[in-house]
């Protein structure tokens, strides 16, 4: 490198380090950040072409590479990186969040941010990491940006607090796990995994992410001033008087009639705006405006008229206490719940209605085997339980591409998952692979949150023993500043759409499973976001109320379409008994019970069948495993008889043998006029000497064996 300059900041107990250079110097803004072994490269440009459209083009990605695990990727005909993963997906959407607030959504030009995981040693997380250099990226190069933030994750690991933590620590009972970032003292974006904590709990993490935050924040500036670099003056053409006219003439007298008449907004305002079009087609089609006042029009409209619906819908809920659909601020829409009622065949469904969102969520319970295999950057892992969102363009009455999966759904999906997996049982209790699948049907608001309240009752139709309801809310604002602001509860889609905040809260009656913030705004103050936390939690207890209306506990029995699995701890030193030479034994106790078995490493042995399978699979293995003492009674088959003796099979491949003193209490002189090869009989084990066991047939029991008369 011809250049490189670094600049370190030590948080908590990690010491990050920005280098610039000119590793990547036809790029407008770019850094790689260091935080012990780990190290990313941030990338900002911004295209010479105006993107020809009226909103904001920014693109995020987050590019994992297994190099930077030391790793080769995926099987023997594929080894490159391909489509990007759901986590780096969930990382791709965390760093958008972040940034897309501070940004002149007016601005024409396109915007691409990537950030490349160059290496990773799983000590820190790189998606924290991410949003950092992310920020330094743009704050040091010419890009328009209303940055820099700090971004900073907080967690409770194992009774210890700690920034930063790393892929090798996982959240655990009675514990919380924060992405939070922000700039100013404001917070613009979180992503929290907890274990029903409290609200207050919530603030004390907001506090001291907030004071990591800050010297984030001042690090950046003052790297950004070293640096010297200068942002470009982006000018904007003022609105075309003809706009202004057609607005204040035509729709400003009709805002109130159609946006706050108490009626449900999305139809009404849906209304208004499809003839705002119309008007918009028709001046441009008048003859009275050149080619350029044409173009200027086209681009200004849709954003000139959004802008005056924001002001006003801000202006009903903040001064007039007005909500588009007459609800009061902290009023949840009417709710709906159905637990089964879909097909027999399903082995759990829930229905949930909340105003105009509709969400059907279907349960399927499958073997341990049905895992999903996830092959991470940091790590791999079977995954048990799945929760995944579809959002079909009919659920918003709209038309689309149908049947591909984008980044809001993976991230809908991923949002539910954590709540929902905080209710689940132990997979010692209950070691069915558990997936549900939200299906949204109709969306008016807060169709992931829906999903969790669907989720929740799909699992009780299905008898999973699941530990509570838990629900969803999304919680809005409408903010002019500190001191003129309204918190709204279950916000609908023109209270999403032009609202400040997107604040999705999901629980159960003890506390917080999962957060997720989005703001349109810089950021909102810790003050807000608590207030906002405690009108949740009475919506919510609201909601798990009406969910336990409808069903209040799982039902007794899982659905008889559900495989039966049984299960059984053995000693981890007789897994090769039980798997046999090239898999010999299982593969035989497979077809002979019809059954799945997975046999993980500690010992635990999963049976998946149908019927009386997984029954008769248990039992074999447990002659496989079965250790003998002296004493124990048993019974088997005659395998062999010799002049000495008898052999009986006593199952799993082991033999006993029962000399010829010890069948009756009477002399014998010939074995086969008292007992035939097939013939069953019972023994009591007397002696085991290097592995061989003794057994005796008279100790068991003198009168099976009688005299000849």
């Known amino acids: ?21 000119d590793l990547a110097d036809q790029a407008h803004g770019s850094v790689m950040l260091k935080c012990n072994e ?17 909103w904001f083009n920014l693109t995020v990605d987050y590019m994992e590479r297994f190099y930077a695990a030391g790793q080769i990727l995926g099987g023997k005909f594929k080894k490159r990186e391909g489509k990007p993963s759901d986590d780096a997906i969930l990382a791709s959407r965390v760093i958008d969040r972040t940034l897309r607030p501070l940004f002149d959504q007016r601005n024409p030009y396109a915007v691409q941010v990537i950030v490349t995981v160059l290496a990773v040693d799983g000590t820190v997380d790189p998606v924290t990491l991410a949003v950092n250099a992310a920020s330094l990226a743009l704050h040091t190069s010419s890009i328009p940006w209303n ?7 907080f967690g409770e690991y194992q009774g210890k607090e700690e920034f930063f933590a790393g892929s090798e620590k996982r959240i655990q009972d009675n514990t919380y796990d924060l992405i939070v970032c922000g700039k100013q003292g404001k917070i613009n974006m979180i992503e929290a995994d907890a274990f029903e904590v409290s609200e207050e709990i919530l603030d004390s993490v907001f506090k001291k992410s907030q004071e990591a935050i800050t010297l984030l924040e001042e690090w950046q500036e003052k790297i950004r001033k070293e640096i010297g670099s200068s942002k470009e003056d982006l000018q904007f053409p003022d609105i075309h008087p003809a706009l202004t006219s057609l607005f204040q003439k035509d729709f400003l007298p009709r805002f109130p009639e159609y946006i706050t008449s108490g009626k449900p907004g999305k139809e009404t305002i849906n209304i208004l705006h499809h003839e705002w079009s119309e008007k918009v087609s028709e001046l441009l ?3 009275d405006l050149s080619d350029e006042e044409k173009s200027l029009i086209k681009i200004q409209s849709e954003r000139f008229y959004d802008e005056k619906m924001d002001d006003f819908v801000h202006q009903a809920a903040i001064e007039k206490n007005t909500r588009a ?18 097909s027999k065949v399903l082995h759990g469904s829930g229905t949930f209605y909340r105003g105009g969102t509709h969400v059907v969520t ?24 799945m929760h995944h969102y579809n959002f079909p363009p009919f659920s918003a009455g709209e038309t689309g591409r149908a049947g591909f999966t984008n980044r809001r759904e993976i991230g809908h999906g991923a949002l539910a998952e954590k709540a929902v997996a905080k209710i689940l049982p132990n997979r010692e209790d209950f070691p069915y692979t558990i997936r549900l699948v939200s299906e949204s049907t109709a969306s008016n608001g807060s169709t992931s949150q829906a999903s969790i309240c669907a989720s929740s009752l799909a699992l009780m139709d299905g008898g999973v023993p699941v530990k509570s309801h838990v629900a969803g809310i999304a919680m809005g604002l409408m903010y002019q500043d500190e001191f003129n602001y309204k918190i709204l509860t279950d916000i609908q889609g023109p209270e999403d759409h032009y609202g400040d905040m997107d604040f999705k809260v999901a629980g159960t009656n003890k506390g917080i499973t999962a957060i997720q913030l989005d703001v349109k705004v810089d950021g909102v103050s810790r003050k807000i976001l608590v207030e906002a936390l405690h009108q949740a939690g009475k919506a919510r207890t609201h909601i798990l109320n009406t969910l336990s209306q409808v069903i209040s506990e799982p039902r007794k029995d899982i ?91 006593l199952g799993g491949g082991k033999e006993g043998m029962i000399h010829i003193s010890e069948i009756a209490p009477f002399r014998i002189e010939k074995i086969d006029e008292y007992l035939a090869v097939g013939q069953t009989v019972p023994a009591k084990v007397i002696k085991i000497e290097k592995g061989k066991i003794g057994l005796s047939i008279k100790e068991a029991n003198k009168e099976f064996v009688k005299p000849k008369k």
Request: proline share 3%; glycine share 14%; hydrophobic share 40%.
């Open 559 to 649: 659905s008889p379409f559900a495989p039966k699995i049984d299960s059984i701890a053995i000693n981890p030193d007789k897994i090769g008994s039980v798997i046999g030479s090239g898999g010999k034994v299982v593969n035989e106790i497979r077809e002979k019970t019809g059954t799945e078995i997975q046999i993980e490493d500690s010992g635990m042995i999963f049976i998946t069948g149908k019927a009386d399978g997984p029954a008769k699979a248990r039992k074999m293995i447990e002659e496989i495993v079965r250790e003998y003492a002296v004493g124990d009674m048993v019974e088997g088959e005659i395998v062999k008889i010799a002049d000495f003796g008898i052999f009986i099979s």
């Open 1 to 21: 490198m011809k250049y490189k300059k670094d600049f370190s900041l030590q948080v908590g107990e990690h010491t990050i380090t920005a280098i610039f250079s």
């Open 362 to 385: 279907v349960l399927t319970l499958g073997g341990p085997g049905d895992a999903e295999s996830v092959e991470g950057m940091e790590f791999g892992e079977d995954k048990h339980f």
């Open 147 to 153: 940055g820099p933030v700090g971004s900073v994750r």
């Open 325 to 342: 659909d007459g609800r009061a601020m902290d009023e949840v829409r009417e709710l709906f719940g159905e637990a089964g009622g879909i």
């Open 38 to 54: 780990t190290v990313l490269l941030a990338t900002a440009v911004m295209s010479k072409q105006v993107s020809g459209t009226s």
């Open 285 to 287: 089609e008048s003859g």
